[in-house]
């Protein structure tokens, strides 16, 4: 399993970004690599992260080249003021098995 972390600090929204954010949200959500999501906010720094997991790289290799992600990616500069994108390898996930997370349903 892979997870893709991408932390970013946003300037503001337009509709441009929106459109933007939908077409890749839905292209992912809609990849049969994709497995789930989670979602981050650090309301003290003004950061957000999001965590998309997918059964292999094939997933993330093909956001990175769906259009909208690249156009959205070269555009970054008007909607954020810096991002950071981290890529692992999950190798373990454990708890208590009283929260359902999508690493304990592959694994």
Known sequence: ?????F????????QE???????IETFVTNHPEYLGRDQWANEEKGILAVVYYFETEK???ALKVFSDHKSAKSNYNKWYEGYQVIVSNVLQSYGDGKMEHVTNRKR
């Open 7 to 14: 932390i970013f600090k946003q300037k503001f929204t337009d």
């Open 59 to 61: 997933g993330l290799d």
């Open 1 to 5: 399993m892979i997870s893709a972390t």
């Open 17 to 23: 970004f929106e459109t933007l954010d939908h077409s």
